[in-house]
């Protein structure tokens, strides 16, 4: 499957946890990615199954395939399953550049000053665009490819971002002042400001539930927000800090790269850490395949993707 890329694949153990054990243990391939150091987010198109790594060399990897280079680091990476285009912001260049599906480079748009992370509403199709700098958000119209308005924001700058499309909001992390921000896509301005842990970034929505889980990055627990509420209505204690967080729709199952060596799993209705893998190293960026439930983490010390099944 992964070509040239593959290096190696192992059978992980699975770290001490006072839960159940699994039926089977994971299975771990490591993928070299990107010709340079850092590989940070990571992105999957569930229908096709294609992964998209950001590198810090200013390319983005096309697993199993070839490198593009990009505008600058990339900081953040969405995908739309409908079109196959993959949105790539990068915050020094201030633009998105938008892939092909193969990879190919398909165009660049101003993404406004320091353009950091990044999500879809693909059914008003619309790009927003946090600013990692200035607490602004970039709309972009995704069929005419181009800015149509620069909303103001509070804080001075946005670690995360989800759309919730169904309900008319975005989610942006604001790492500065220790709270998620909430935008009313239809009146293009900030209506709620929800505290959270310390420095948090990354954000994941479980649609059904309307739940948001919200990765803080300087304490060691994950924020549980009820999207009615526009409230924290738990925490969830870690190993470690964390700065990525994903779910899987399906199963309302959380992944987080809470661990203190690897990745965290959590009951989504339970609210609680049920396993955790050890992949002795301190992981990056974390997506999770909806339709497969490959679960894919970065690894920027050794410039490595790790795909997980059976997790």
């Known amino acids: 499957m992964f070509g040239r890329r593959a290096l190696f694949t192992l059978v992980a153990g699975i770290g001490a946890l006072t839960v159940a054990p699994a039926s089977a243990s994971p299975r771990v391939t490591a993928v070299q990615v990107g010709a340079g150091p850092g590989p940070g987010p990571v992105a999957i198109n569930s229908g096709s199954g294609a992964i998209y790594v950001g590198n810090g060399d200013s390319t983005v990897s096309v697993v199993g395939g070839s490198d593009l280079r990009v505008g600058g680091e990339p900081t953040d990476l969405v995908v739309d ?26 165009s660049v748009v101003a993404g406004g000053p320091g353009a950091r992370v990044l999500d879809l509403d693909p059914g008003d199709n619309r790009l927003y665009v946090g600013s990692g700098t200035t607490g602004s958000v970039a709309v972009v119209d995704t069929v005419a490819g181009a800015l149509t308005r620069l909303v103001d924001g509070p804080g001075q700058g946005f670690g995360g971002l989800r759309v919730d499309g169904q309900r008319g909001v975005a989610y942006l992390s604001s790492v500065y002042t220790d709270t998620v921000e909430v935008l009313d896509l239809t009146a293009s301005k900030f209506v709620a400001s929800i505290s959270v842990g310390q420095s948090p970034t990354g954000l994941a929505l479980h649609e059904t539930s309307n739940t ?33 967080v994903a779910v899987h729709q399906a199963s309302h199952t959380v992944y987080a790269n809470g661990g203190p060596d690897g990745i965290v799993k959590i009951d989504g209705v339970a609210g609680k850490i049920v396993d955790q893998l050890s992949l002795g190293i301190n992981p990056g960026g974390i997506a999770v395949d909806q339709r497969t439930g490959t679960v894919c983490v970065t690894d920027p010390l050794h410039d490595q993707l790790y795909v997980i099944s059976g997790f």
Request: proline share 0%.
């Open 81 to 106: 399953e409908s079109s196959g285009l993959v949105y790539v912001a990068s915050q020094d260049a201030g633009t998105v550049t938008v892939l092909q599906a193969g990879g190919r480079l398909h």
């Open 212 to 244: 948001l889980y919200v990765a803080n990055s300087a304490i060691h627990h994950l924020s549980v927000v009820d999207g009615a509420t526009r409230a924290q209505r738990a925490t969830i204690l870690l190993r470690s800090e964390a700065s990525s």
